[in-house]
């Protein structure tokens, strides 16, 4: 069993930045691989980013690229998405998620994790 929880979320400006985290708890919690999803208002849930258990691989959403970085710190058992460049379309409630395994062309799909958190909100202004 594998508990997260994010925190980091608020109201910002379009260009400003956010750094989003989810702490994990539970003894196997750093042997998982995690994955940011978002999910705005009337839309259903998109992949942001996924993380391997090591921090080794990573994988982005295209519309993300170059503005969003996960990494992870397995001492403090936390994985974080630092949200650079942000825009009014970036607004969503974050996910993060878990899953064992890192397979690229399974981590964009939430159904392929087993773990999820409350979620937190970004919200970003015009």
């Known amino acids: 069993q594998v508990n997260l929880v994010e925190s980091g979320g608020g109201l910002v400006q379009a260009g400003g930045s956010l750094r989003l985290s989810c702490a994990a708890s539970?003894?196997?919690?750093?042997?998982?691989?995690m994955g940011w999803f978002r999910q705005a208002p009337g839309k259903e849930r998109e992949f942001v980013s996924a993380?391997?258990?090591?921090?080794?691989?990573?994988y982005s959403a295209d519309s993300v690229k170059g503005r969003f970085t996960t990494s992870r710190d397995n001492a403090k058992n936390t994985i974080y998405l630092q949200m650079n460049s942000l825009k009014p379309e970036d607004t969503a409630v974050y996910y993060c998620?878990?899953?064992?395994?890192?397979?690229?062309?399974?981590?964009?799909?939430?159904?392929?994790?087993?773990?999820w958190g409350q979620g937190t909100q970004v919200s970003v202004s015009s």
């Open positions: 998620a878990a899953r064992s395994g890192f397979r690229k062309e399974e981590m964009s799909y939430s159904n392929q994790y087993s773990y």
């Open positions: 539970g003894r196997t919690a750093r042997m998982y691989s």
């Open positions: 993380i391997s258990w090591d921090g080794v691989n990573t």
